[in-house]
């Protein structure tokens, strides 16, 4: 495994940009977990630093870099848990750990191999918990030959194995967003969020008992509250409940979440019996955009193990929005004297950018199969092996082709990759290095045939923007690169040597890829292969290097 030093000028950078820095410790992120034997490591070096003024730690955000939606957080003895929506990538549900809620480590998924057999694909908004020494996860998922429903697994411990017990609420225009809390009198309740918006109707927060097996709903459904306040807009949704005082707490996102245009807030309301009445705080949002992190919202409150309140939730970077995704944010509140929670700002500048969420990643698949950190699209996920120090993809002819991605964790990087025999490919068949927006719109460059070919797909509609002869050189191994500014410009290149690179295109030009990234998911880096599946492409080497 290559270890890729983590630039000194991160450091740097962020050194002078806290305030009353007194103490250092190391950071790490994108470490595969247990049994991924990816071999992927943190840079040698620290590339964040946590440090504290006025006796409390300060972080820097994202603590959870990439495309981390609609987080949820539990704390389990002396760990915190988390997962969030991994939509329509597989595996389906990340699971991460982290001793201190800003240093955190993906070690698997909630789904790994097999998806809930009543559920096809929108794997939404996990809700993590715990009760009676097991864990819970309430999701949402679209329901195969009907619309989303919230569903429940249960594990005995937080990285699993999970025992899905199917789905609890599927509304007609849909079911989202669920969240377990129990009431004043210790009765267990399930709370969600009708999708009304989808038919452009408004959203009741509903609340309706639930059995203490977590296996279905009893008694009758009330609405605790929907979308009336302007700034609401067309929905209330991300409902994360907590009681504290005479109060429950509701903690609620509203408004537009995803894309460039998005208009996501935090609200909270409160009321002292879970059903009601409910009174939202007159200050809402509570939780707006910065000059640094946009739209954000739909998060878990969680305390920090000094006493703390925070709610990590997920905001867009302003200088990577949609490209990169929603990003796992921890934002710090205080209960104030009127009994309403508020939002403190933390003592550090606010465009600050987590040097950690900028480390260098590698890959040379010298593990015994493949790493956590690799993703596919839900539905098709493809067959591969790693063996040998090398990744085995085999082609597929349909829907874009076979696909392994990862996060893009920053607006501008460098993704490479070695393309093992390409001479060997025939010419039905394509592999290569390419930008993952969905099996529908991707970059990339690859080698078929004898040709090294450049080329886009939009909307499902393949078209090839520029080819050459894949010289002799190449014809064992063939180095492909991809260089991202600003999230949207894309430059791809290739090289026999790793020395001398040649862009397809002339005058080293650039392909716009805004058309990528889906309403609700960030871009993925990686690998592709289309073709018969009796072609199988054979990759070493990748590596991303990010910029903050």
């Known amino acids: 495994m290559r270890i890729i030093a983590s630039p000194a000028k991160s450091l740097l950078l962020i ?74 990538w597989g595996p389906a549900f990340p699971l991460l750990k982290s001793k201190n809620l ?15 057999e009543w559920a096809d694909y929108y794997f939404w908004a996990p809700e993590i918990t715990q009760e009676g020494g097991k864990i819970y996860v309430y999701y949402t998922a679209h329901k195969k030959g009907g619309n989303l429903a919230v569903g429940v697994a249960s594990a005995d411990r937080p990285e699993g194995p999970y025992r899905d017990h199917g789905p609890l609420v599927g509304q007609p225009v849909g079911s989202i967003d669920g969240f377990p809390m129990r009431d004043e009198n210790g009765k267990l309740y399930l709370i969600w969020k009708e999708d009304g918006n989808s038919v452009n109707q408004p959203t009741p927060i509903w609340a309706q008992p639930i059995n203490e097996a977590r296996t279905a709903l009893t008694g009758e459904k009330k609405e605790l509250f929907r979308n009336t306040e302007t700034w609401e807009g067309n929905l209330v949704e991300g409902v994360s409940m907590v009681r504290h005082g005479d109060y429950f707490y509701a903690f609620y996102a509203a408004n537009g979440c995803c894309g460039h245009t998005c208009t996501y807030g935090t609200g909270v309301a409160r009321a002292k019996s879970l059903l009601g009445p409910w009174e939202k705080n007159p200050r809402n949002p509570i939780l707006q955009p910065t000059e640094a992190w946009r739209c954000p919202g739909h998060g878990t409150v969680t305390q920090g193990f000094d006493g703390r309140w925070f709610l990590l939730h997920h905001a867009y970077a302003a200088n ?21 929670p508020e939002f403190v700002t933390q003592g550090v500048a606010p465009a600050v950018y987590n040097p950690a969420a900028a480390q260098p990643v590698g890959d040379d698949f010298n593990g015994a199969k493949l790493g956590v ?8 996920r493809p067959q591969f092996a790693v063996r040998g120090g090398q990744l085995r993809l085999t082609a597929h002819p349909d829907k874009g082709g076979a696909a392994l991605g990862r996060h893009t964790l920053t607006a501008d ?6 393309l093992l025999a390409p001479a060997a490919l025939p ?3 394509t592999a290569g290095l390419a930008a993952h927006g969905d099996p529908k719109n991707m970059l990339a460059l690859t080698a078929s045939g004898g040709k090294l070919q450049l080329w886009e797909r939009r909307n499902g509609k393949q078209t090839v923007l520029a080819q050459t002869v894949l010289p002799s050189a190449a014809s064992k191994a063939v180095q492909l ?12 290149a290739w090289s026999t040597d790793g020395t001398t690179w040649t862009n397809p295109l002339a005058n080293d030009g650039a392909t716009n890829g ?16 289309q073709g018969p599946a009796t072609t199988t492409a054979i990759f070493d080497d990748f590596s991303l290097i990010n910029q903050p």
Not at 50 to 55: K, Y
Not at 72 to 82: E, F, L, M, R
Not at 413 to 418: E, F, G
Not at 514 to 527: E, M, S
Request: net charge negative; hydrophobic share 35%; with cysteine.
């Open 320 to 340: 990577s929005f949609e490209n990169v995704g929603r990003q796992g944010v921890l934002t710090e509140f205080a209960w104030k004297a009127d009994n309403w």
């Open 481 to 492: 690169r991809m260089q991202v500014k600003g999230g949207n410009s894309y430059r791809f």
């Open 15 to 88: 050194s002078s940009l806290l305030t009353a820095a007194c103490q250092q410790t190391p950071t790490s992120t994108q470490v595969s977990g247990p049994g991924a034997e990816a071999k992927e490591r943190p840079a040698t070096e620290p590339a964040a630093a946590a440090t504290t003024t006025a006796g409390k730690p300060l972080f820097i955000n994202p603590v959870m870099p990439g495309d981390f939606p609609d987080p949820s957080v539990v704390k389990v003895g002396d760990t915190y848990w988390a997962s969030a929506t991994s939509s329509n």
């Open 514 to 529: 805004q058309f990528l990234p889906p309403w609700d998911r960030g871009v993925r880096v990686g690998v592709l292969a």
């Open 102 to 116: 800003t240093e955190w480590e993906l070690v698997g998924h909630m789904f790994p191999d097999k998806l809930p």
């Open 427 to 429: 010419a039905s068949a």
């Open 413 to 418: 990087y460098t993704a490479t990759i070695t």
């Open 373 to 380: 950190h690799w993703q596919w699209p839900i539905e098709d």
